[in-house]
């Protein structure tokens, strides 16, 4: 079947058709605003009259090209592209302005080669086990790994561990605006209709990194003029096989958590690329380094955003559920052919399930080449003066907020959560919980509520379910050491400011 997939996908048709897919990709990746699941829902159209595997190699390649790309603008702007590439600001950037743009945007490109890479060998070898597994996570188990994941927040709080917790509950609170899940009920809207439906996330995106962004450097005459680049003449990817044999375990580590979270129906890369800069941040033997520009931070995010998309797949082709938005565009790009993915889908169409196996890889493969021979090109951006940059990047930013939902609303979101990043970074408050907790603050309480609503309002099975149990008491030993480090680091420091 593989052969067959592969006979399906060496076709001169299919090949441009994927080349032209993550061109596609990465360019509505790189421009904020612009989304994988936007390129698949504009492209979904043109596929109605292809053959099912040339039209799902299309978009496929958009998929693929589309998750990449939000690195490029993630390091080189400090502005992600795409939600699955926030994580990557937070180190990539710093390389980019110590002149190591051209060996951070190397080492991102190549672990999002090797991350999809390890995702479509799980996709393919073990995916109705790892479904079945996946069908047993309900409302508790998703509760529980919210409240886990929101400790996380102690680990991007910085300095100052309360700032940090308040960023996360500030990003909570905005969570909270809008028509509440379950009962449907409009809630700190104000009368105003268009909070009706609560902020998006990409306009919050767009305004906590990109609009405060280019209010920061636009305070800053002297910063703009055109940067320094010392480093865009780079061997290869620029980096060492002593750098790379160092990563292997931050690699398999984001790996997994990457497929984990791409299983779950709903969370997404969005979620993953974040767990994984955590997780390999608290796992370091230098955390302090994190956050400073070392390749760690780019390895862990752009290798678990990248197995979102090979884990996000498995519930989509095993069980016909969707792993996250640009997955449930792709089941309607294979219903648009007849094709109802499922458990019969292997037996009935194995030669399209095949062939989009054969397309993944390939997809891959060209975003490696496309991204590789375009580095030095993108470091180029650099050498653009910030007065000619910034307002091309802002105009983006509002195409790209309008163009999500065709409101002009959201136009002012990117405005109100620009300046609100701002004003918080100018009281050193970090901007990064705020969006964990925007992500996270509605999984946890969604699934809190349909649990009560199962449960009668007992609280007790939240605990006594394996799973679920198993994350909370994670949780609360994750919060734990992380004030008791926190504490401890704050103690280090008031002794080293005594001794100077």
Not at 220 to 238: C, L, M, Q, T
Not at 240 to 260: C, D, H, P, V, W
Not at 457 to 474: C, N, S
């Amino acid at each position: 079947m593989f052969i067959a997939g592969f006979g399906a996908i060496f076709t001169v048709k299919a090949i441009i058709l994927i080349v032209v897919g993550v061109a596609v990709g990465i360019i509505f990746g790189a421009i904020p605003g612009l989304t994988a699941t936007m390129a698949v829902a504009l492209c979904l159209p043109i596929t109605f009259g292809m053959e099912p595997v040339h039209g799902m190699a299309l978009l496929i390649g958009l998929y693929i090209g589309g998750v990449s790309g939000g690195l490029i603008s993630a390091i080189l702007l400090k502005i992600p592209g795409t939600p699955s590439s926030i994580a990557t600001c937070f180190d990539g950037h710093p390389m980019a302005a110590k002149g190591e743009a051209g060996k951070a945007l190397g080492v991102g490109i190549f672990f999002s080669f090797l991350g999809g890479l390890f995702s479509f060998f799980i996709l393919f070898f073990i995916a109705p086990p790892l479904a079945e597994v996946a069908l047993k996570f309900g409302p508790f188990e998703y509760f529980a790994i919210a409240i886990f994941s929101l400790t996380m927040i102690a680990s991007l709080a910085g300095n100052s561990l309360a700032k940090g917790l308040a960023s996360g509950m500030i990003g909570m609170a905005l969570a909270l605006i809008g028509t509440a899940p379950i009962d449907a009920y409009p809630r700190f809207t104000f009368g105003i209709s268009e909070l009706d439906a609560g902020f998006d996330l990409l306009p919050a995106l767009i305004g906590l990194f990109a609009i405060s962004e280019i209010l920061n450097t636009a305070e800053n005459s002297a910063n703009i003029k055109k940067d320094e680049i010392r480093d865009y003449s780079i061997r290869g990817f620029g980096f060492t096989m002593a750098e790379f044999k160092s990563q292997i375990l931050n690699f398999i580590r984001s790996s997994i958590i990457g497929t984990g979270i791409g299983i779950l129906p709903g969370i997404g890369g969005g979620t993953s690329n974040i767990l994984a800069y955590l997780a390999a941040k608290n796992q370091s033997k230098h955390p302090e380094k994190f956050g400073t520009g070392i390749i760690d931070g780019i390895v862990a995010s752009e290798t678990a955003n990248n197995a979102t998309i090979g884990g996000a797949l498995v519930p989509l082709l095993t069980l016909g559920i969707p792993g996250d938005t640009v997955t449930a565009m792709l089941l309607g790009g294979l219903m648009i052919h007849g094709i109802t993915p499922g458990p019969l889908l292997f037996r009935d169409s194995g030669d399209i399930v095949y062939g989009i196996f054969a397309a993944l890889i390939v997809a891959n493969i060209v975003m490696l080449i496309m991204e590789f021979f375009g580095l030095r090109l993108f470091v180029r951006l650099l050498s653009i003066p910030k007065h000619i940059l910034l307002p091309i990047i802002l105009a983006l930013c509002v195409v790209g907020a309008f163009g999500l939902n065709n409101r002009v609303f959201d136009v002012w979101t990117i405005l109100f959560f620009g300046i609100l990043g701002y004003v918080l970074e100018k009281f050193k408050y970090p901007s990064a919980p705020i969006i964990l907790g925007f992500i996270l603050g509605p999984i946890a309480e969604t699934n809190l509520r349909r649990g009560l609503m199962y449960t009668n309002g007992d609280f007790l099975p939240f605990l006594t379910k394996p799973i679920a149990g198993a994350f909370l008491a994670i949780a609360v030993f994750s919060a734990v050491m992380s004030v008791r480090s926190n504490l401890k680091n704050a103690k280090k420091a008031k002794e080293s400011a005594a001794a100077a």
